[in-house]
């Protein structure tokens, strides 16, 4: 059983003064003795009392308190987490995560709904983690990370998604696969698309028609990516792809599981490469050749501008416009290699 939160009233009756002195004490006021300030402290102290965040927003118009707003609580939500919590340790700061963990059929919109339900009085600002819409207006500073495909006024950070599609398709020709599918990602993200863009002029560069390779939608969802990859490999030899680019890790390893449920050997079957290098693509069997992007340093650098943005002497207009993309490069592990001969 959670036991009760401690009131400021008990507070009070444990240290024998009035609500308004353990008040005082708790905004550093002034009309308080030293003698009788420690002995409030140590009550506080000994009975674990902490402020209501909504009592401190009403008082200060501030909770110092960042939240990071997810769709749901995934592999790069939680790295991109990570990289928030490394830039506000030992600051003022306190950090909230949120996920939305929406029903089916509220998709779009998430964070439109949930920072209506936390802005002013629970958080000062946020990081939105995926956003799929772009025309958001807040009452408190956001950045988003990984956005929503369109123009936008809203500090974003990502990575060079076209560069890592490029990359992935390069790798793949080089190792001599000429049959070559591809599970895409969510339409709705800027990042699926220029992925998907980098892949095909990988192609073109190498003079492969795109029409040679096949596209199957997996929405950057285990489950919707492993019924495309089952429809792409369960098929004879000949039919069926020699490589598959996935649009992000989640999607890459539930391609692989698939082929092993078929039967299929990776890489001597089939090469796998993925999109983002969470911790789980190198613990895999085998581990997952995939594009790195730095999400723990994009989550830094996404709670470096709001830090900044909540930071900036009052009357200073916030910044718009400001958008860091970081670099992306291949990782090459067991997952894939040469198209076996014959």
């Known amino acids: 059983m959670v036991p009760p939160r401690v009131t400021i009233r008990e507070v009070a009756q444990a240290a024998g003064v009035s609500v308004a002195t353990v008040s005082k004490v708790l905004n550093d006021r002034y009309g308080v003795s030293e003698a009788t300030a420690v002995r409030v402290r ?38 991109v987490l990570k990289g928030v919590a490394d830039v506000l340790r030992g600051t003022e700061y306190e950090l909230v995560a949120y996920a939305a963990a929406a029903r089916v059929g509220e998709h779009i919109g998430w964070e439109r709904r949930h920072l209506n339900r936390l802005s002013g009085t629970l958080i000062d600002g946020a990081v939105l983690v995926t956003p799929t819409v772009t025309d958001i207006v807040a009452s408190v500073p956001i950045v988003a990370v990984d956005p929503h495909a369109g123009r936008s006024d809203i500090p974003t950070v990502d990575a060079d998604n076209a560069r890592g599609g490029y990359l992935a398709g390069q790798h793949l020709l080089a190792l001599g696969h000429r049959r070559i599918a591809m599970i895409t990602g969510r339409d709705d993200l800027a990042s699926a698309q220029l992925r998907e863009d980098g892949f095909r002029a990988a192609l073109r560069d190498a003079h492969t028609p795109c029409d040679a390779v096949e596209f199957a939608a997996g929405g950057y969802d285990p489950e919707v990516a492993a019924a495309a990859a ?87 207009p916030p910044p718009t416009g400001v958008h860091v993309r970081l670099d992306t490069r291949l990782v090459a592990r067991a997952s894939t290699a040469a198209p076996a001969r014959g």
């Open 230 to 316: 089952r429809t792409l490999l369960d098929r004879a030899a000949g039919a069926r792809p020699t490589a598959i680019f996935a649009a992000n890790d989640a999607t890459a390893l539930a391609t692989i599981d698939v082929a092993h449920e078929l039967g299929l050997r990776v890489p001597d079957d089939l090469s796998v490469i993925g999109f983002d290098n969470v911790p789980d693509a190198a613990m895999s069997d085998p581990g997952l050749t995939t594009i790195e992007q730095p999400i723990r340093e994009m989550g830094r650098r996404a709670a470096q501008l709001l830090v900044e943005r909540l930071d900036a002497n009052e009357g200073t």
């Open 42 to 79: 140590a009550v506080i102290e000994e009975l674990g009392y902490e402020s209501s965040l909504v009592a401190r927003s009403l008082r200060n118009q501030r909770t110092n308190v960042i939240g990071v707003l997810v769709a749901d609580l995934e592999p790069f939500s939680a790295e």
